[in-house]
């Protein structure tokens, strides 16, 4: 039997569909090229298409306008050839450990305020040491009528008769007569200038209370030489005394002299003791601030005899416990 051959045109087409068989494209315009087991269809997703089927059964591709055809995407290598500079960013830390975090953690806070022991104590209210009274009967007070009261309302040692008031008879001493006047003195009972007393007497402790007297008249410059020299006088003759100077004391507002003796000219001229204490190594008791009201800065009226000056045995009491609390204090510190 003669063998029938095959039409070159129906093995190509053979050829074509097991080639695609396995391959799907899409056409560079959008459209869809399919290739089926025996099917041969062009859908297109536009409306001019993109492939037709010639007469002899072959495919004819027709190539988009050169307008249409899009961009290929650069390689991701080619794409960061020239980088736009940026910040590089930074990698997070790897976690610490449970114990080396909680041990920055701790470190990186602000640290509790604490007080030191010494703030903390100095914070807490200053409780002084009790008065010793006992000093009170080592020191001799030497002054003005304002020093007289010790005597006569019988607060010292022996009362009225106490050997530790030295005053004039009179009663009063007047800063500017320091190096003549003279005072009684309770040994003896004789007066004597205060020089010679302090030779003879040789006191531990005097206690100077003075310028009362002189404040609405002395200029500061002859206040301090005065009671400078009194100082020095009793130093020559007793240079193992401790000299102690204690501030004057208020006056009331019912005082009938303040245009001559006020608590302004008093608290002037307590400044300038205070000086003069530091400048010959004496110990100064301010006196004026326990005495004062805190109102108005005037003596109470129950604190005087009734003049407005001279201070009553309550208000005297205050200034003995002022003196015995302040050489307790410097005692302590010494």
Not at 175 to 184: E, G, K, M, N, P
């Amino acid at each position: 039997m003669k063998a029938r051959c095959i039409p070159t045109y129906i093995l190509y087409i053979f050829v074509l569909i097991a080639a695609g068989a396995c391959y799907k494209t899409d056409s560079p315009n959008g459209a869809i090229i399919s290739f089926e087991p025996n099917i041969v269809t062009a859908s297109p997703a536009e409306s001019s298409p993109a492939a037709a089927i010639d007469a002899s059964g072959g495919i004819e591709f027709s190539p988009p306008a050169s307008g249409d055809i899009p961009a290929a995407p650069l390689p991701a290598v080619e794409a960061s050839e020239n980088p736009v500079l940026a910040a590089p960013e930074t990698p997070e830390p790897a976690p610490l450990p449970a114990a080396e975090a909680t041990e920055i953690a701790a470190a990186s806070e602000p640290p509790e305020l604490t007080e030191s022991p010494d703030v903390a104590a100095s914070a807490e209210a200053f409780e002084p040491p009790e008065p010793d009274s006992t000093l009170l009967d080592r020191i001799i007070f030497l002054g003005d009528s304002t020093t007289y009261g010790l005597r006569h309302y019988g607060l010292l040692s022996g009362g009225r008769n106490t050997r530790q008031v030295w005053t004039p008879a009179s009663g009063t001493l007047t800063l500017d007569r320091q190096s003549f006047a003279t005072i009684v003195y309770p040994p003896s009972g004789e007066e004597i200038p205060i020089r010679e007393a302090a030779e003879l007497e040789k006191p531990e402790i005097l206690l100077i209370t003075l310028g009362v007297n002189g404040v609405s008249y002395l200029s500061e410059e002859r206040f301090k030489a005065e009671y400078g020299d009194l100082i020095d006088g009793i130093l020559e003759v007793s240079p193992e005394t401790k000299i102690v100077l204690q501030s004057m004391f208020p006056v009331s507002a019912s005082y009938e002299h303040l245009a001559s003796i006020n608590n302004d000219k008093i608290s002037a001229a307590n400044v300038w003791i205070r000086e003069l204490a530091e400048d010959r190594g004496a110990d100064y008791i301010d006196s004026y601030v326990i005495l004062a009201d805190e109102a108005d800065g005037f003596l109470p009226e129950s604190y005087h005899n009734g003049d407005g000056l001279h201070l009553n045995a309550e208000a005297y009491g205050l200034v003995l416990n002022n003196i015995a609390a302040q050489l307790t204090i410097a005692r302590e510190d010494s």
